[in-house]
Structure formats: structure tokens, C-alpha cells
């Protein structure tokens, strides 16, 4: 059996290996005891991705609540920002989304959510598990024991939400008739994505959106994933498609033509969008991999970019930090605020469709017109000490004049003038990410391999 992992995304398992009964129970009452130790309201919203056998650990979850004193708000099949948006609407003391995120089937897992829907943040994740390992749980008495009530309207009003939005333009999103095909990998967007379309005036095409929870592919919504996306938007002559994974808080789109519009480009279009319509003296945050394109878009409407460790709740800190107005992660996570602090692709959906309807034409030609760059990345395995490799490479950088800046908040970034390298270690495993940005694929390799030899060397 392989350890569970546990990051500030929640805890995430093999069904069938370490994603047993006993571990779903662990967590679930760990959680439960958090709540309980901070003196919350005894109310926690579930919510499950979709995918197969989501309802049996979703029972288990919410059954471990009951026996553990709170009430539990049952919202069924979900999106994990629909999630979110429920335990802070309902005032919950928190709240669980079961989900894998872009992981394969043989997956699942617990996001946790604290009252105001942001994911536990890593001071609160190591609380949680220190409980877990702790295995001193509090059950209720008979008389204790809380009732589960099912709401399963928040698909409605997550869509509701976003269509009052008062930055987008509903009626001129809806004149450009959109045709979009959807490719929701039969999971929690299989029906919210398209019905959010379809009251945006687009014609859709469900590619992949019944519901089942099987996916008809690896799930990770990227590019070699996607061709029969691709395929479908050229043979049914479609404006772009759309792909959600499976907890739809990730948007990637396919152009026209059948091609990668980018994910990186879904958060430089969502940047875009805002900026231009919030004024001067604004700012957006994104994390240290996220490309450099966000600066180019922000440099044009006099705005600042922040920078955060990856994961969600990172960049939600930064951006409540510096009241930034959009933010996000380059794999195609979408934050608006107005709305709430999580990624979302339903947000991200209604601000890129507005600034392709303000754009007029083609989504192939609209994506010339963003700043060109390209991203590649790798990992170096079996890597015994991360750190100490890691520190070695930031000491002989620190004295490259050809070095621009340099951060340690996450891994470590290197800025040159015409690119970027990000080292990351893992959490879980004993290996290092390499992400490497250029203005070429190229050069992005070129200088990537560079660093590969280099960290070799180091080992």
C-alpha cells in the first residue's frame, strides 16, 4: 500500500490501495475535530465530482459528519467551486469536496474548505493531519447526532451568480451565437458548463457530458488529451471548444481551428478582460509558473502582477493581500473575486467568451493577439536530497549577471531577460520540477535540458 497524498489541495488516494474505508473515516472525523476545535458552527457542505463511485465515499463522508455531531448540507453531484460557493453562502463551518481533481478513475479523494470556501491553507492542512495521526476523535451521544438535508439547487446558482456579474455583457455575448463544443469528461460539468452556455445564447455541442462519471480519457484537460475535442470542433465547424476536468475548476479551450488555445492563455485572456475593464491601478495575481504573458497584458492597462507559491489558496492569500481584482494558475484556473476566491472555469468561461465578443472575430485570430510564449516541463526523479541540489543551483545564480531576479518562495525562479526557469521539489515524492518559459518551444527545450545536465551533476 502507498501513502496517501496531503498537500494543501486535500487528501487524494487509489481506491482499492490507500483510499480505504479506514482512511476516508480518518480524515472525514479529523476534519470534523478541526471544525470542532476552532469553535465552529456544526455545518459542513459535501459536494462529489461525479466520477464513479463518488456517492459511496460521499456517503461515507457524510454519515462520519452525522456520527460526529454536525449537520451536513448534501448538494450531490458538483463542480468543487459550486462547493465553495455553498459553504460560504450557507454560512458553514466548512465544507468537503470529493474529488480527484485531473487525476485518473482509479482516483478520489477530500478537498477541504474552510466557512468562507477557500482551501485549508499549509499551517491549516498540517493542523488537520496532526489531529488524523492523532486518532483521538469526538463522536456524538445519541441525542447529539445532526441530520444531512439535500440541495441540490447550486448548480442553478452558481450559473445565476455568474450571469449577475456586473463585468460581463450577457446581451453581447449572446449576439455573437456562439457554437462550442463541450468536453466535460462525463463528470461534475457535464450539465452546469452547458447550461451556463446555453443562457449565454451559445448553440452546444456535448461532447462528453453525460454524466456517468466514466471518463472516455485521461482526464487532465491538456492538449494530448484533447484531440477528440479537436476533432469535433473542426467537424462541426464550432467557434472553439471548451474542457473542464473532472471537478471543473480548470477551463482549457481549442481555437477554431482544432488547436491549443493554451491554458496558459485562458488566465492571460480572464486577466485581459478584467483589467481592461477596471482601470488603472490595479493589480493581478498569479503563481511563480504562470506565464509571462500576464505581465505583458497587465504592462498595457498600467497594472501590477503578483506573484504566490502554486497551488489555490497561495495565489487567494496574495490576491486578499494586495486586493488584486483577477487572478489565477496557468493550468487554466480562473479566479474572480466578485464572485468568490476559487478557481473556476464557469467564471472563466463567461469572462473569456465576453473578451472574445468584444474581440469580433476569430478565437485563432484573437489568440495572435496575445503575447507569444512557450512553456515546457519536466521532472528529475530518485533526487535524494531536493533541498540541498536546489540551494546549490540558487548560490551559482546569484552572481549571473544575466539574472534579472530571483525567488525562494516556491522552489526556486530564476528571471533572465528573455526567459524563466522554476525548480519545485514535491512534497510526496523524491523528485524535482523542472517548468521553463521562452519565447520559443525550442529555446524553452534547449535551456531546460541545460538545467536537466545541471542538476544531474548535482546529484
Known sequence: MTDIIASVSGVRGIIGDNLTPFNIIKFTSAFAEYNRR?????????????????????ALVINNLLLSGFEVIDIGTAPTPTVQIATEDLKCSGGIS????????????LKFLNGNGTFLDESQVKTLLKIAEGNKFIYAGIDKIKTVTTDYSWNDRHIEKVLRLKIIDVDKIKKRKFKIVVDAVNSSGSSIVPSLLEK????????FCDGTGK????????????????ESVLRNKADLGISVDPDADRLVIITDLGKPFSEENTIVTAVKHVLKKSGRNKSATVNLSTTRGTDDIASLYKAKVFRSS??????????IRNKSVIGGEGS????????HYGRDSLAGIALVLNEFADFGGKVSDFKKTLPEYFITKTKIENVRNPDKVIKRIE????KNKGVVSISITDGLKIDFKEYWIHLRKSNTEPIIRIITEAKSLKEAGNIQNDFLEMIRKEL
Open 215 to 230: 471518463f472516455p480519457h485521461t482526464p487532465e484537460p491538456v492538449p494530448e488529451n484533447l484531440k477528440l475535442l479537436s
Open 38 to 58: 476552532k469553535n465552529f458552527k456544526k455545518k459542513i457542505a459535501v459536494g462529489r465530482d461525479g466520477r464513479i463511485f463518488g456517492e459511496i465515499i460521499s
Open 200 to 207: 449565454l445564447g451559445c448553440k452546444v455541442i456535448r461532447l
Open 98 to 109: 470529493v474529488t480527484a481533481s485531473h487525476n485518473p478513475q482509479i482516483w478520489n479523494g
Open 310 to 319: 502554486v497551488g489555490e489558496i497561495n495565489v487567494v492569500k496574495e490576491m
Open 332 to 339: 487554466g484556473g480562473v479566479i474572480y473575486p466578485e464572485l
Open 395 to 398: 548560490n551559482k545564480y546569484r
